[in-house]
């Protein structure tokens, strides 16, 4: 199981897309948000069904826990809240795992869904782009994981989090970010994965950056690293700067969750002011360095 972590906004759905067309990879999206938006909200999936309706998350549910009962999603939410946040996570860093029962029953509904979803797609391999840390640590406390840190500037970041996006499932504005905000989830989330990177957790890290500007070459740079077909065959869907995408069954995610067909890709600029642009810069300022990227953007 490959597991894709970063800041929202920083490509990691992009990310998932292109891993899942590589042969014998299956994206299931943001499964942390799988109890809550897809057993309990009955969000489309990204097939464009209603969770309830797609087949392979039908299967799946079967395969896993006899079928998806709300009281599951209900305990899962509730195991959530108490084991899996960002406040926990210096209590997985210094060795004091607590409440061991309640993050054992937490994870092994991960392990069961992810290996149900590599039974249906008969796949070696299954990608959960939920981003977060705390589940990272989690996972990692009980499984064995493999993460793919995703990490792009946080001026260009924050520019995203300040746009207004709609929801393609109802035209609901997505959530907003103010730029002093984005700065310190992007500092504390990337920090997070470097320390579990230091705690002996296998982490390969990916610039958006590089991603969107040379696709193919930093795509097979990462399967090879991760063990997954890199051949010229296996990477024939991407095409200069841009890429054929299938149907992908991910449960939450940003919208390019539901894009069909050729996708381009291109990197904005951060229509940032000039003080938020700053701010950004002196909040990130040693792990914005510690990347690579310069102070002006």
Partial sequence: MIFVGGLGRSGTTLLERLLGELPGVAPLGEVVHLWHRGVRSNEP?????PFSQCRFWHEVGDRAFGGWRPAKAERLLELRHKVDRTRRVPVFVLGLISREAQLTEYVAAYHRVYAAAAEVV????VVDSSKHA?????LSAILDLTVVHVVRDPRAVAASWRRKVARPEDGRPMARWSPARTAVHWFVQNLAYEVLRRKGVPIVRVHYEDLVEEPADTLRKLAGKLGLPDSHEALA????????LGVAHTVSGNPMRFHVGRVRFRDRRPDLPFPHRWAVTALT?????????????
Wanted: proline share 3%.
């Fill in 285 to 297: 300022l040693p792990l914005l360095l510690w990347y690579g990227y310069r102070l002006t953007y």
């Fill in 134 to 138: 705390s589940l990272a640590y989690c």
């Fill in 122 to 125: 008969r796949g070696q391999v």
């Fill in 45 to 49: 999936c990204g097939c464009g069904r």
């Fill in 237 to 244: 869907f991407i095409t200069g700067r841009s890429a054929r």
